[in-house]
C-alpha cells in the first residue's frame, strides 16, 4: 500500500524502541504515506534502542523525553514544531510499562508505588501528552492522536497484571478528553486496541508465546501483526476518518467477538 494519504500533515512519534516496536512500524509507513515527524521515547531508552537508525531512514530527529514530565513534553512540542516547521496534525502515544509485572509481581503481591509508576507511564502519559500540547498551542484543527491499548482493559488475563487497569484508564482518558478537545479544537482521539504482538513490552507478559497462540487461534482472521497495525494507525491520522473520535478500535482479528472457535475446542 503505497498511498500517500499523510502528505502535508506533521507529527510526533512516541515509542520506537526497535525494529519490533509498534511505533518503529507506523514511522516506516507515516513516511511511507508522505507525513514529516518527529520521533522520541525516554532517555533512558534512547541510550539502549536503535531509535537512531530510524531517524535516519525516516530523514528526522529523536527527540528526548520521558512522557511522564510536563517540562519534557513541552521541550518536545516546541522542538517539533520548529524542526517541522508548523503545528502537528498527530500523535502516536505508543507507551507502556509497569515495574510489577518487569519483576515478575504477582497480582496479589503488587507493590503500590510500581502501581503508580505503571499507571503514571503507561496511561496518565496520554493526559499530559494532550494537554501540554494543547497548553503549547501545538495541533492543527482535525488533527488525530491516536494511543495503543489491550483488550485486557475489557476482560482479565492472568498474567497482564496492573497493566489491566493502566490500559482500562488509558481507554477512558481517551473518551473523555476526545469530548474536551473535540468540542475546543476539532481535535480528535482514539485509542486501537491491537492482537498481541511480539515486541519487547509483549514479550515482557509472562507466557506471552502461549498468549500469542491462543489468541491467533481464537481470530478468525488470525492475530494482526505490527505492519497491519501500522496501515490501521497511518489510515486514522488521515483525512478519511475526520469524524471519528473517543473510540476504542479493536485491530485483532475478530478476536474481541469471539466465543469460542474450532481450533481451540479442537484443541482441548
Ligand atoms: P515496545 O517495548 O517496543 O514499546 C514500548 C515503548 O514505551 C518503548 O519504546 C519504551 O521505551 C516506551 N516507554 C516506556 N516508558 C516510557 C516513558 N516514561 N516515556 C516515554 N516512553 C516510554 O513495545 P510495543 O509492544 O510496541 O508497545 C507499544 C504500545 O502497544 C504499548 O502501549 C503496549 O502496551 C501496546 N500494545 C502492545 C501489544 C503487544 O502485544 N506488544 C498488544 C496491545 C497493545
Known amino acids: 500500500m503505497d498511498y500517500k494519504i499523510l502528505e502535508h500533515k506533521k507529527g510526533i512519534i512516541f515509542g520506537a524502541l526497535d525494529e519490533s516496536s509498534i511505533a518503529w512500524k507506523v514511522a516506516e509507513k507515516a513516511k511511507q504515506a508522505g507525513a514529516e515527524f518527529t520521533l522520541t521515547n525516554a532517555p533512558v531508552a534512547l541510550r539502549m534502542g536503535k531509535i537512531n537508525e530510524l531517524a535516519e531512514k525516516c530523514d528526522t ?3 528526548p523525553a520521558d512522557a ?4 519534557d513534553l513541552e521541550n518536545l512540542y516546541k522542538v517539533s514544531m520548529e524542526k517541522l516547521g508548523g503545528k502537528l496534525d498527530f500523535v502516536l502515544h505508543s507507551i507502556g510499562m509497569s515495574p510489577n509485572v518487569r519483576k515478575g509481581k504477582d497480582y496479589l503481591g503488587l507493590n503500590y508505588d510500581f502501581f503508580l509508576k505503571t499507571i503514571d507511564i503507561s496511561a496518565l502519559s496520554l493526559h499530559k501528552t494532550v494537554q501540554t500540547g494543547i497548553k503549547c498551542n501545538a495541533f492543527n484543527e482535525w488533527g488525530s ?6 483488550i485486557a482493559a475489557q476482560r482479565s488475563f492472568p498474567g497482564y497484571g496492573d497493566m489491566a487497569e493502566a490500559k482500562s484508564l488509558l481507554e477512558s482518558l481517551a473518551r473523555s478528553l476526545g469530548y474536551h478537545i473535540g468540542t475546543k479544537h476539532n481535535l480528535r482521539i482514539n485509542t486501537v486496541s491491537q492482537s498481541p504482538t511480539f515486541t ?15 489468541a491467533d487461534k ?5 492475530n494482526a501483526t505490527a505492519d497491519e497495525c501500522a496501515n490501521f494507525c497511518v489510515m486514522l491520522f488521515s483525512d478519511y476518518t475526520k469524524k471519528v473520535t473517543m473510540q476504542n478500535l479493536f485491530h485483532d482479528g475478530g478476536f474481541s467477538s469471539t466465543g469460542v472457535s474450532q481450533d481451540i475446542v479442537e484443541s482441548l
Open 200 to 214: 519487547t513490552a509483549g514479550s515482557g507478559v509472562p507466557g506471552f508465546d502461549k498468549f500469542f497462540s491462543y
Open 61 to 63: 530527529v529523536v527527540i
Open 145 to 150: 492522536i491516536l494511543a495503543l491499548t489491550y
Open 68 to 71: 511522564t514530565s510536563a517540562e
Open 218 to 222: 481464537m481470530s478468525p482472521l488470525g
